[in-house]
C-alpha cells in the first residue's frame, strides 16, 4: 500500500462520521441517517462521443502531451446508502464541460472552444469503502435555454440496486447557484448536492442512494 493510499483511507474514514452524521447524546455517540443525495435530470450533453480515455485524472488524455486549461482540482467522496454503508463496486459516470463553458458534444452549440486535452468523461469504480476520486478542472458556467448554469459536474451512479443521476455543485459558486433554475428547484436538497471544499483546490461530495 503506497503512501498516497494510506493517506485517502484515512481521509475517507474521516468523512464517514461527517456523512452519517454522528451526534452526541449525553455522552453516547449515534449515527443519525445521512440525507438521501437529490437527483437531477441528466442534461442535454450526456457524452455519446468518449474521449478514448475514461480514467480519473480528466485534465489528460492519454497520447497528448498537454494538459487541459483550467484550475486542476481533485474531488473525492465515497457512494454511501442511507444507514450510511459504503456501497463498493459502484459505477459512476461523471461528465463536465471545459474551462471556457463547453461540452464535447454535437448538441453543444455554445460557440466557447473545445479543449483538445480535456477529457470530459470519467467512468470509475467505487473501492471497498465506496470511495472514488477524479482529478479535474473547474468547470465554468454557461448560457443554455434555461438560463445561466451555474458551475457543476454530472454524475450518472449505478449503485448494487439503485441507479442515482444527479448533479454537484460548488460552494464558492454562491452568487451564481442562486440564480440557476436547477439549483433552486431543488430547494432544501441542495446541501446534498454541495461539495464541501477541504483545501483551495480539493473538494468533498459523498453521494447518498436510496438503498445503495
Ligand atoms: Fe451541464
Redesign the pocket.
Given at each position: 500500500m503506497d503512501h498516497n493510499h494510506t493517506l485517502s483511507r484515512r481521509h475517507f474514514a474521516g468523512a464517514a462520521l461527517i456523512a452519517t452524521g454522528l451526534v452526541a447524546t449525553g455522552g453516547i455517540a449515534r449515527a443519525a441517517a445521512p440525507a438521501q443525495t437529490a437527483g437531477g435530470p441528466i442534461?442535454p450533453?450526456y457524452p455519446i462521443l468518449r474521449p478514448g480515455d475514461d480514467d480519473f485524472d480528466m485534465t489528460m488524455i492519454k497520447g497528448n502531451s498537454g494538459r487541459a486549461l483550467g484550475r486542476v482540482i481533485e474531488v473525492t467522496g465515497r457512494v454511501l446508502d442511507r444507514k450510511g454503508n459504503p456501497v463498493s463496486g459502484s459505477e459512476l459516470e461523471i461528465w463536465?464541460?471545459n474551462a471556457a463553458g463547453r461540452?464535447a458534444h454535437p448538441g453543444d452549440i455554445a460557440t466557447a472552444p473545445l479543449d483538445p486535452n480535456f477529457q470530459g468523461y470519467a467512468r470509475l469504480m467505487t473501492g471497498p469503502s465506496g470511495e472514488w476520486r477524479i482529478t479535474t478542472i473547474k468547470p465554468s458556467g454557461?448560457d443554455?435555454p434555461i438560463g445561466h448554469?451555474t458551475p457543476?459536474i454530472?454524475f450518472d451512479i449505478k449503485g448494487r440496486q439503485h441507479r442515482l443521476i444527479t448533479?454537484m455543485y460548488f460552494s464558492e459558486d454562491h452568487a451564481t447557484n442562486s440564480k440557476d433554475a436547477l439549483y433552486n428547484e431543488l430547494g432544501e436538497d441542495a446541501v446534498t448536492a454541495m461539495a464541501a471544499q477541504a483545501a483551495a483546490d480539493r473538494y468533498r461530495w459523498d453521494i447518498v442512494l436510496a438503498e445503495g
Open positions: 442534461g450533453f463536465q464541460c461540452y454557461y443554455s448554469r457543476h454530472h448533479q
